[in-house]
């Protein structure tokens, strides 16, 4: 099982970014996909997670709902993060996840 993030980047407070995570070494449209994020000095807090098909979300509250949106492409087997109105409290690297196993994570700085 492999999970590779990618996408993070410096932003500036209000932009957006997408992440993405590219699966490979398991049934990709068989599996719940989630992301994860950790802030310097916090703990791993979880975003949100897609069904399998991708015709189910969800979203932590309050933080990320309403900015934060979570999209998969099962023939790419690749899950999305799709990231707007980013604020400096969203800085934090943001990992994917599925069964067990984790990705290495993509770093989003989001700062002026």
């Known amino acids: 099982v492999q999970l590779v993030e990618s996408g993070g980047g410096l932003v500036q407070p209000g932009g957006s970014l997408r992440l993405s995570c590219a699966a490979s070494g398991f049934t990709f449209s068989s599996v719940v996909m989630s992301w994860y994020r950790q802030a310097p000095g916090k703990e791993r807090e979880w975003v949100g997670s897609i069904s399998s098909t991708g015709r189910g979300t969800t979203s932590a509250d309050s933080a990320v709902k309403g900015r934060f949106t979570i999209s998969r492409d099962n023939a790419k087997m690749t899950v999305y993060l799709q990231m707007n109105s980013l604020k400096p409290e969203d800085t934090a690297v943001y990992y994917c996840?599925?069964?067990?196993?984790w990705g290495q994570g993509t770093q989003v700085t989001v700062s002026s």
């Open positions: 996840r599925t069964m067990n196993y």
